[in-house]
């Protein structure tokens, strides 16, 4: 069966260092990755999205690389602040021209002063 | 306004009743998907909504849920005799390409508690 998986576990580091976070996807062959960023309460924002036929995408301190021989793409803050604590979730479409778009569970990103 | 507004914000009903989400998406955006999310979980697609096109039902988790949206723009979800098990929330979001290409502009959810 289809399956978005990202790190259940939350990820905790200190202040100024580089976070990775991981989408890995099976049973997919997404023609776009998006990520998205959720803080409690609110609703997901748009951060960036990548195409299939992109290896790597960079916004500001953002960069998403897509793997689509691994089926990965990973999701990494430079130089993190604690203001980047949150939620990110990736999200693929099901490349069936609906549209439709699969989220991931998201992992909890906590930057330490 | 200039994002995607739902309404209500927080519902909290009986099991057994009806309820109605209503939600209002970005003028011109042709794309329409609801989601829910239960504490601590990540985004469970529901039904997604494109132009004209009959919508994707595929993600309703029973037939006591249903949607529709009217003229191309607000779209109502609606949960008959409901169970503990809905208690979530229940995310909106537009988007104005009609490809998973777009990005999805959210609103805030509407909060359903079921008691």
């Known amino acids: 069966s289809q399956k978005i998986e990202q790190n259940s576990e939350a990820l905790n580091i200190q202040e100024g260092k580089t976070a990775t976070l991981t989408c890995n996807y099976t049973?997919?062959?997404?023609?776009?990755l998006q990520w998205y960023r959720q803080d409690p309460g609110r609703g997901p924002v748009f951060l960036l999205l990548i195409r299939e036929n992109e290896k790597e995408k960079r916004k500001e301190r953002l960069k998403v690389t897509f793997d689509t021989t691994l089926k990965q793409s990973l999701f990494h803050i430079t130089a993190s602040q604690p203001a980047d604590s949150a939620t990110y979730l990736c999200?693929?479409?099901?490349?069936?021209?609906?549209?439709?778009?699969?989220f991931g569970q998201g992992t909890t990103l906590q930057v330490k002063p | 306004g200039a994002g995607v507004s739902q309404s209500p914000s927080n519902k909290v009903t009986e099991k057994g009743k009806d309820v109605e989400l209503r939600c209002d998406p970005i003028s011109g955006h042709t794309a329409l998907y609801w989601y829910r999310q239960s504490l601590g979980q990540g985004l469970e697609f529901l039904i997604y909504?494109?132009?004209?096109?009959?919508?994707?039902k595929s993600g309703l988790p029973s037939d006591r849920f249903s949607a529709e949206r009217t003229g191309g723009s607000v779209s109502t979800l609606t949960i008959q005799r409901t169970q503990q098990e809905d208690s979530a929330v229940y995310l909106c979001?537009?988007?104005?390409?009609?490809?998973?290409?777009?990005?999805?502009?959210f609103g805030e959810g509407s909060r359903l508690t079921v008691l």
């Open positions: 049973n997919y062959s997404p023609a776009y």
């Open positions: 909504f494109q132009g004209n096109s009959a919508p994707d």
């Open positions: 999200a693929l479409d099901m490349k069936s021209n609906t549209g439709k778009l699969i």
């Open positions: 979001a537009s988007s104005l390409s009609s490809r998973g290409a777009g990005e999805l502009f």
